[in-house]
């Protein structure tokens, strides 16, 4: 699955982002989509937050603004430079998200988006038991990633671009009861609202 325009859309940063904000066009913009995942949560400039497989700081650089102790991680060497020259008020390290360099109850929030569908469900089970490990008791995680649309005008729209940029653990993934996930690693209050047609998923969920 998926074709040349996957390779080139990571190869390419003005691709990578043209795609973004076209696709973002369907919640009303790329700058709402990328805050939707903090939606009703109470962040100050002290909340430690980790951006999870922060990639070029596409998050990041909304994140920086709600708190000064932002900490972008990606496994990808290049991504951390572009997200260093994006974002350069955040702290950035160079890491696998299934063991991430960090200690017990590090963070007040861990973020990430459209990440968790590159995973493989190993993968996934792993990066969701270590997010809940980093986290402060009552921490919070939040995300926002791809979902199977309950609004049929939505369906091929997501088919066409999960066909031409993603492979199959996004099928996979877009089949995943996320909440039942979570709970199952001991996350409470579980919480999942949905949007674009269900085509998107918002995740926030509490150790």
Not at 156 to 163: V, W
């Amino acid at each position: 699955m998926a074709t040349i325009l996957r390779k080139w859309s990571y190869q390419y940063q003005w691709l990578y982002d043209a795609i973004a904000q076209l696709s973002a066009l369907a919640v009303g913009g790329e700058s709402r989509f990328r805050q939707l995942a903090l939606k009703g949560l109470s962040l100050n400039e002290n909340t430690q937050i980790l951006d999870l497989c922060c990639g070029a700081g596409q998050t990041t650089q909304f994140l920086v603004k709600y708190s000064d102790r932002v900490t972008g991680l990606d496994a990808s060497p290049l991504a951390l430079k572009r997200a260093k020259k994006r974002v350069p008020k955040a702290e950035y390290i160079e890491g696998l998200a299934e063991e991430l360099p960090f200690s017990d109850s590090s963070y007040d929030l861990v973020q990430t988006s459209v990440a968790l569908h590159e995973m493989k469900p190993e993968q996934l089970t792993q990066i969701l038991q270590e997010v809940y490990r980093v986290l402060k008791p009552k921490g919070t995680f939040a995300c926002i990633d791809l979902h199977q649309p309950h609004n049929p005008l939505f369906v091929p729209g997501l088919s066409l671009f999960m066909t031409l940029f993603e492979t199959e653990t996004a099928w996979q993934f877009v089949e995943t009861n996320l909440p039942e996930k979570l709970r199952s690693i001991d996350f409470q209050t579980c919480q999942k609202t949905l949007h674009a047609g269900g085509s998107l998923q918002v995740i926030q969920a509490q150790k």
